[in-house]
């Protein structure tokens, strides 16, 4: 008899001959050497050469270190271009003096101590999981053993790969709007200044500005973009989809620019990690960076992405508007959407944050509107005990419950049925057929939210997630992206951080929180 048990990340095979063998949620208990042998164990994570790790090889820990240590190795201009020389960093906050043109003459790192060493490095998990079955368990192995793993710290270098006099900087700002779009547009520009850069130009309107001959570069400078940071949107422009990856770069390459800094999701750095790609095809030497812009939170390794706590702090006006409407109206119901096409975190977080939402529902957490265990019969439940109700959804959730369209946007996202609505009407339906007044109201706070000027929190992320990017960019990195890892901020392969979306852990301790907060059973 054969039994398959799922870790996080891993796939454990086991055959036995009894039917007592078959107890294998208690797998946990054993440790690795009797694992091996008595279980088959074969890796689902990807591996730099492809090939599984096998856990009963006494020394693969160290053969998974050097593994991750080649998947987290930072792509460089020298990988290509092997005799660029590296120059001292005109980067420095100590005894400056007066800019001058010939910037890579000077040397004023000598005494500055503010440098990051290329050997620095960030620690990617800090929790140590004694048990796969502990509340967010990520393990590697069954016998879930602490193997440290180490990704690079970013900051400022003491040697640069690029002259600031010969540097053409672009920026571009891609897919949708996100609070901090123009508060990391204004620091990438003041500090590429900084360094001595002299031409800088944001592309309008996404990856379309490339190859749409009627959109010209926009010229930025620190008087340009000093105050932009006071409003929401983006000074460039936004845009989803544009032309293919040749024709960025035979514009990248016609425009004699050498740095592109990038600010999107996961498609936008799909994009830019394309771009790099084609690029070192060309032997076309430039730095491709990439920040990472997604109001969902969905971008995998990173603590958060600009825009999420602005959001999640926004949309406490609509659920609190949503509990004053519910609360009094006479068996009043709120139904609050929120964003979140595949991940949940807004609608968690903001639930969790509001203390005024009694059922959240999030694409990760299947559900039944109908029936026993369904949310409407909770609903019933809540009028009849509490004589109202607030719910949050997020508007990936239930997607099942919908009439699937097959249609895409210009960024190839398929297009999400309205959840929000079809709750509101089916709620509507169900009391009214039960026969039990019910005075339903429904907000979708969208693209109110999406159009806010950053709060201070992301204010700040934005601020260093920029700063950071130029860092990397005269370092001499290449297809990499930016983010705080453990509240510490390191530089990634923009491969390992979009190789899938971020999503809410069901059995994660802030899933847990949330759901202690709102009280709500399972709907299924």
Known sequence: MSHVVTLPGLTVTASSSSSSSSSYPHIHSLKTTRLCSKVRVSAQFKSHDSTPIDFCDPDWKHKFKQDFQERFSLPHVTDIFHDTPPMPSTFCLQHRTPMVRDFAGLNPSKEWRGYINDNDRVLLKTIYYSSSTSAGAECIDPGCSWVEQWVHRAGPREKIYFKPEEVKAAIVTCGGLCPGLNDVIRQLVITLEAYGVKKIVGIPFGYRGFSDKELTEVPLSRNVVQNIHLSGGSLLGVSRGGPAVNEIVDSLEERGINMLFVLGGNGTHAGANAIHDECRKRRYMVSVIGVPKTIDNDILLLDKTFGFDTAVEEAQRAINSAYIEAHSAYHGIGIVKLMGRSSGFIAMHASLASGQIDICLIPEVPFKLHGQNGVLSHMKHLIETKGSAVICVAEGAGQGLLQKTHATDASGNAVLGDIGGYIQQETKKYFKEIGIHADIKYIDPTYMIRACRANASDGILCAVLGQNAVHGAFAG?????????????????????????????????????????????DFF
């Open 477 to 521: 990195y290449s297809g990499i992206t930016v983010g705080t890892c453990n509240t510490h901020y390191a530089y990634f392969p923009i491969t390992e951080a979009i190789s899938h979306p971020r999503l809410v852990d069901p059995n994660s301790r802030m899933w847990h929180r949330c759901l202690t907060s709102t009280g709500q059973p």
